[in-house]
């Protein structure tokens, strides 16, 4: 089985794709994951302002998760570009 | 175990392109569609002041998701869009639960049911957005909070019609999956009753109460 | 020095099951550890109910040490399996299966240690509430062990499939990828379980009058967590059941092992972030039950958003396995 340079560099970027989006998704998971628990206090300590709260907590949640969209592009990008 | 990934797809050539149709579910979802039709009609006919139950049944399901709407979204747009989010949940309720009925498959197993529900969610929710605050201040967002940001901003949306669609898929699938092959595994004594309870039951209801919320919230975030 | 097939496959199951047992040994260990303890510190605080505690104590952490047990048995099994036809497909699917079980037993394992402490530390709070206690305790534990039950299932079905006539090329590199995104993306699942299951059982010890509404939430909400190790259930099975052509190329190989890389990766953070809603919401229903509906809706929305990460990752392995 000849393994040629083309492939060798193709595999690599299927690799690194997978790296890429599998690492970045910890931490927006987790930091999102932080956001939501904060919110839930906020709730239950002033259970009025649920309507406003949710809405900082999904601006605060968008904010953190382009770190995981930025993995994604550049995974795509692996993939198809590259 | 045989019947992982087997399809019955109508193919028709169209202009060298071929245009699958995937038979199982559109008649799924006519049964889908057809039960809650029935439903709606039973809950609707005769209407008294002190209802049946099928009609106190209806105006539960109705009230309940008004309410929703009106917390998210304020009483103006909730007399618009209550009415399409309260579709929008019992048909997903209904199908997510037809799984459980022998020989039937969740609408929701299929990725293009999903995908259609989100980019219909999408579309709704960009055009209420354009609608309430004028193109300009609408399009001004995407280039917030520096120009550049331009393409990543716009693939966030876009990522968000992914993550609302995939969510539902993966979570029918998945749980179809599993219930077929743990069924299999166990030669189906005893375990899939509440295989069938868990998944298709819970995480179905469940998961077409997150994909409607989601929707409002979408929708919420545009308008304001 | 020439191997033959039988001795490789022999290697491959010895090492998948010392993987099995190894990796899964971490978890449970973590999880008694823990309640022991909290078991501990309650009985400090009130020893005229350490027969109570103690009791709670060994009740939680025999089912904390369930993901453990999974782990032993997958092991043994592959210590003793008898390949009738030995090939080197065989040989990566056992130890595909050693490593998905051992990675899946860890989030389990620990999670479930969190209910097992606080339902101990809660009796010495609340000694009137001890059998709601024990009860929550183990329906949250029992739910933990469900990405466990999942890593299970994965590794039976490599260890026993009929493995027909797929090419070794990409095929090694799909079971081996199974393996590894079911095992890595059971581990937040598990973990975060065990957070909302701990919070909730500190939850009903505070205020056993809300115990209804808390025991919900925290199903609801360890149901949503799950969700993560499904997508990594969903990939192994598509990289298990899908056939591929035999190719000579590495790339595709690798294409096959990335996806489950991705998947599994991918799962772990949107798990444990999953898990932490849960617990806060489930931690203050208990504190402000009158506002219970509207904590679990910002829990749901707060979940399903930080698990997009996750659904990326879905797609990203999708298009891996599909596209390419």
């Known amino acids: 089985m000849a393994i040629e340079g083309v492939d060798i560099v193709k595999a690599a970027a299927f690799i690194g794709a997978g790296i890429s989006m599998g690492l970045g998704a910890i931490g927006p998971g987790v930091g999102e994951g932080m956001v939501a628990a904060k919110a839930c206090e906020a709730i239950g300590k002033n259970p009025k302002e649920a309507g406003l709260l949710t809405r900082t907590m999904l601006v605060g949640q968008a904010v953190s998760e382009s770190t995981g969209i930025y993995s994604l592009v550049i995974a795509l990008l692996l993939l198809f570009v590259v | ?224 | 020095m020439t191997v033959d097939t039988q001795t490789i496959v022999s290697v491959a199951a010895y090492a998948g099951g010392g993987l099995a047992m190894g990796l899964g040994a971490i978890g449970a260990a973590i999880g008694e550890g823990y309640t022991a303890a909290r078991a501990n510190l309650a009985v400090s605080r009130s020893p005229e109910n350490s027969g109570e505690i103690f009791k709670n104590m060994l009740v939680g952490q025999a089912v904390a040490e369930s993901a453990s047990i999974f782990a032993l048995v997958i092991a043994i099994l592959l210590l003793f399996l008898d390949v009738p036809q030995p090939t080197l497909l065989k040989a990566a699917a056992l130890f595909a299966a050693g490593i998905s079980m051992g990675l899946g037993a860890i989030g389990s394992g620990v999670g479930s240690g969190y209910p097992g402490g606080e339902a101990c530390f809660g009796i010495s709070r609340q000694p009137a509430a001890a059998s709601q206690l024990t009860t929550n305790m183990l329906i949250g534990s029992a739910v933990c062990q469900t990405p466990a039950i999942f890593s299970m299932v994965v590794a039976l079905i490599l260890m026993f499939l009929n493995l027909g006539n797929s090419a070794v090329n990409p095929t090694w590199a799909a079971y081996l990828g199974a393996g590894i995104s079911m095992g890595l993306a059971a581990i937040g699942s598990g973990y975060g379980g065990g957070l909302a299951a701990g919070a909730s059982c500190a939850g009903i010890a505070r205020q056993p009058k809300t115990a209804a509404n808390v025991t919900t939430t925290m199903l609801v909400g360890q149901a949503v967590s799950q969700t993560p190790s499904i997508f990594g259930l969903l990939i192994s099975f598509i990289l298990m059941f899908k056939t591929f052509p035999a190719t000579g190329s590495i790339s595709a190989a690798m294409a096959l092992l990335a996806a489950g890389i991705c998947m599994g990766f991918g799962g772990i953070g949107p798990g444990i972030g999953n898990g932490m809603a849960a617990e806060g919401a489930v931690r203050w229903v208990a504190r402000n039950v009158e506002s219970a509906g509207d904590l679990m809706r910002i829990m749901l929305v707060g979940q399903a958003v930080s698990q997009s990460t996750a659904i990326y990752a879905m797609v990203v392995s999708l298009v891996l396995i599909f596209v390419l």
């Open chain 2, 1 to 224: 175990m045989g019947e992982l990934g087997k399809l019955h797809q109508l193919i028709i050539p169209f202009f060298g392109h071929n245009i699958t149709i995937n038979l199982e579910v559109v008649l799924m979802t006519w049964i889908v569609i057809s039960a809650l039709l029935l439903f709606g009609f039973i809950a609707g006919k005769n209407r008294e002041m002190l209802p049946r139950p099928i009609q106190a049944l209806g105006e539960l399901i109705v009230s309940q998701l008004y309410g929703l709407t009106e917390d998210a979204l304020g009483k103006e747009y909730a007399k618009t869009y209550s009415p399409l989010i309260c579709a929008l949940f019992i048909f997903l309720l209904f199908s997510n639960w037809l799984g459980i009925i022998p020989h039937l498959e969740e609408p929701t197993k299929d990725l293009n049911t999903t995908l259609g529900l989100g980019i219909m969610g999408f579309v709704i929710a960009h055009y209420a957005g354009i609608k309430s605050k004028g193109f300009k201040a609408y399009a001004k967002e995407y280039f917030q909070p520096i120009f550049f940001m331009m393409p990543l901003n716009l693939i966030g949306e876009i990522a968000k019609i992914v993550s609302i669609s995939f969510r539902l898929f993966g979570n029918i699938m998945g749980g179809s999956i599993i219930i077929l092959v743990v069924s299999h595994l166990v030669y189906s004594v005893a375990l899939p009753p509440f295989l069938y309870a868990f998944f298709g039951l819970f995480v179905g209801t469940i998961q077409a109460f997150v994909f409607t919320m989601l929707t409002v919230v979408y929708i919420s975030v545009q308008v304001k």
